[in-house]
Structures are given as C-alpha cells and as structure tokens.
DNA sequence: GTCAGCATACTGGTCTGACCAAGATCAGAC
DNA sequence: GTCTGATCTTGGTCAGACCAGTATGCTGAC
C-alpha cells in the first residue's frame, strides 16, 4: 500500500493524515476514544488548523471518526455510509454500472444465504417468516410491495451474520430500492409475476428453513434470473395479458 | 437517503458539499469536468476558502475529484481507493472482521466466475493460463506462489468483465495477498497441499473454459473450502507429515 | 459539608486576509 | 509567426481572530 512513512517529508494534509492513520491502523486509537483537539494537533504537527480540519473532514467522510460540535473528535467504528456514497456517486456518473452493481449484489446475496443456512437463529428465520408474510400482503402495491421484497432480501444477508456482507449489500441498497420499486410497478403488466414473487420467497424462505445451502443459493439465483427475465420482456414491450406496449 | 436540499440551511460544509453532490449526482458535473476556483466557489456560496477545501478535501478522499496542484480541482472516475482505505481502516479495529470480509471475496469471486464464463474471451483465457502455469511453477516459493495464486484469482475476476466486482475485489487486495502468502507458507507443513493447489486451479480454469457456470462455482467454492480446512488443520497442529506443530 | 450557579477555559465552526510557488496566459519583442 | 517573460490565476498554507456552546471548577449560598 502507499501507506507512506510519514516524518515529515509530505505536505500538510498528508502529514496529519498520516500521523492519524498511524495511531488509527496500529490500534492506538481505538474507536470510543476522543482525539486531542484541534489546535492541539495543529501545533503538534506544525500546521494550521484548517489543515487539520481537512484531515478530519477527510476521516469523517470515511467513516472512521466523527466530529462533535464543541465537543471534539472522537473515532467511530466503521459506518457503512461511505460505501454508500461512494456507490452512489459512482452511480450517477456511470449508468452503465447498474447492472454491474446488481451483480454484486447477486454475489453478495447468494454467498449470504449459504451463511444463513448455517448461521441462521429463531430469530432470523422469524424475521424472515415476517417479511415473506408482508410480500404477500402488499403484494398488489408498489411502494409497499418493494420495500417489503427488499426487506426479506435484507433479512436474509442479516441472517448470514456476517457484517461485511451486510455492508456491502446495505451500500448497494438505495439502488436496490429502485431496483425493486420498478419490479413491483411491473407487476401491473404481468399478472404471472404475483404467483413468481411470492411462490419464489417462499421457496427460498423453505431452503433456509431446511438448511440446504446448494438448493438456497440455487435457488435464489434463478429467482434474479426470473426477475432480469421479466425485466426484459419489459423493455421490448412483451406483456402477458397482451396490452399496449410503450 | 439523506439528501438534504441545501438551499441554505446547512453549515458551511454541508453547504458546499451538498452543491457539489448535486451538480455530481444530477450530471451536469462529469468525469473530467474542471470545477471552478476554489475562491470562486467560497464567493459564490458564500463561504470562506477553508471551508471549500474540506468538501473538495472529503470529495478527494471519496475518490470523486481530484486536486490538482495550482491546476484546479477535476471531476474523475470513481475510484477503487475509497473501499480499499475504507477495509484497511475497518479491518484494524475489528480484526474479527477477516473472516468476514473472506466470505465477501468468496462471494465476489464465485459470482464473478459465473459472469467469466459467460463473458470470457481468448485474452482472458490466456491471461488465466499464464498465471496457472506460474502457479505451476512458483509451487515451492512462498512469495512468488502467493503472488501467482492471487494473479490467478484476479484473472477471474477481470475475466467477469464486470467493473464493480472487480473494484470490490481489489478493495480486499491488501487481505487476500496476506491470506494467499500464508496460505503457501502452509505448503511447508502440508506436501500434499502442492497437489490440491495445482489441481484445484487446474480444475478451476478448465470449468471457465468449458464455459459451464455451475461447475466452475461448484469447483471455486470447493477450493476455498479445502484451503480453509487446511487452514484449520495448521491452527490445530495436524499437519500430514507428522512433524512437531507450534 | 453540600450543592446550585455562574465565570472561565476549552472545543469545534468559521471568517478574513495574506503569502508562496508554479502552471496558464497573453502581450510585446524579435 | 514565434518565442519569451511578466502577470494572472490556482492550489497550499498560515496566522489570528471571533462566535457559540460545552465542561469544568470555583465561589458563594444554604
């Protein structure tokens, strides 16, 4: 990594970013603990303030510390949002990348529900009776109808206990709202959808459930593929009850 | 999300940033755009020039701008540092998190094999066979086989022609080569483990090139289960050729 | 002795204005 | 028309200052 030796050789920023990464990477400063101030660090390391304030901004938008007003700095543990950011404005300047990201989120699921068919407690497996239970119910509406499609999808990475997979598939998921929202607007055009929605969550919840992670993820799996299938005869106007395409 | 509309309400950093993020998130500010001065952007929301650097210091950090000294300040594409810096920081104070972000890898990995097959082309393919020849021939060194070993693995993921999982991937570089390097330090203790490494590989590329998606996550998947095994086995002192453990 | 209340030191949040070094630009010399 | 150098502009940084609240501790009342 370019993790430089920092004595004294970078600029400003660099110097106090580095001195801080230091302490943060060695350990020394462990989330909880509250930084010295800012003036401090300032002549400490032999800039001005504003200098230092651009290292901690920096941190900040990391994640990796928070600034509290007139309180001080304090190191954090590490927060999703900047995945989340950083998705997000990758996003809007690369279109094309969405559906890179949704295979991203494919792995990032299907690797979790092989986790959840180990790891999964009553409780998980609640939450996930919970969700599968709204998908039916808000099965004719929209908003409600994704988010609660989204919600059994969250609950099963939850359910894999692993927290890095729930980062990762939590920073993808502004763009799976979407994702899903539009699923369920199709719906409208294709009345075979409301079986495939529902009879698929179920059958994934089943394998969880069984704790088969082969037929989970296969099954997971052919439930994306179902709905990029759908999803295309979409866009070339190839609706089942046969009405007018756009 | 927490879009606020920033009209005017916002601190001053949130003010700055929140315009910025707009005019990234809306478009009108594309990958190779140069902003304006940093002094006009202080007149212009009216704020001071300090105040502009720490949102254009958190965007640079973010992989979003980049500043270029007495240039000006640039739109780029975003980039894969943001999550590298991100997991090395998140890595140091939650060691627990390795085998967390390893089953990241394995679900990166195992779906981009997938989109390998499908997407592979002759370049990629001899990218493959060129890093399994090396594999082949690095078996005995700890430093150069580990090396070839994540080659191979980075092929794959090149070979899914997917950008965000190959960003993703890459983000967890620092952690696999460590994985990978002491994974070949393990050839030491385990004779046998030259076979399966081979093999493994060999098996691996043969599914890519067969283009058969199941086989090829089927066997990937299996690698890393094996590799884990011989792990554990290090950890508990069972190595094959009876020598004294730790 | 205890505790409320206020003064003060300290913190982040921000601004102003300034200086430096070096790329960018354009006028003027050739 | 081209080349060169002064000037403008840009980022990089600093110093010092003010504000608004927090935290602390001292003081005085009880």
Redesign the interface.
């Known amino acids: 990594?370019e993790l430089k030796r920092g004595t004294d050789g970078e600029k400003g920023?660099e110097k106090v970013f580095a001195f801080l990464?230091e302490r943060?990477?060695?350990?020394s400063l462990?989330?909880g603990d509250r930084l010295i101030s800012e003036r401090e660090l300032a002549t400490l390391l032999g800039v001005s303030r504003?200098i230092v304030?651009?290292a901690l901004?920096?941190l900040?938008?990391?994640?990796?510390v928070e600034i509290r007003d007139r309180i001080g700095t304090v190191?954090t543990?590490?927060d999703v949002s900047?995945?989340?950011?950083?998705f997000?404005?990758?996003l809007?300047?690369?279109a094309d990348?969405l559906d890179?990201?949704m295979?991203?989120r494919?792995?990032?699921e299907?690797?979790?529900i092989r986790?959840a068919c180990e790891r999964a407690n009553i409780a998980d497996f609640e939450r996930l009776q919970r969700a599968l239970a709204k998908i039916g119910e808000t099965i004719d509406e929209a908003d409600a109808g994704g988010l609660a499609d989204f919600d059994f999808h969250r609950a099963i990475v939850v359910a894999?206990h692993?927290?890095?997979?729930t980062v990762?598939h939590s920073s993808m998921a502004?763009l799976l709202t979407h994702s899903h929202r539009s699923r369920r607007e199709l719906v409208q055009a294709f009345p075979s959808m409301k079986t495939y929605l529902i009879d698929d969550h179920r059958r994934i919840f089943e394998a969880i459930i069984a704790r088969d992670p082969e037929r989970a993820d296969a099954t997971l799996r052919k439930h994306f593929a179902i709905g990029d299938e759908y999803r295309r005869r979409a866009v070339v106007g190839d609706v089942d009850k046969t009405s007018a395409s756009g």
């Open positions: 990594m920023f990464r943060l990477l060695a350990g462990k989330p504003p304030r651009e901004r920096a900040t938008v990391l994640g990796i190191v543990r590490p900047v995945l989340n950011d950083f997000t404005f990758a809007a300047q690369q990348m890179d990201v295979q991203a494919v792995a990032i299907c690797q979790a986790l894999s692993s927290e890095t997979l990762l502004g």
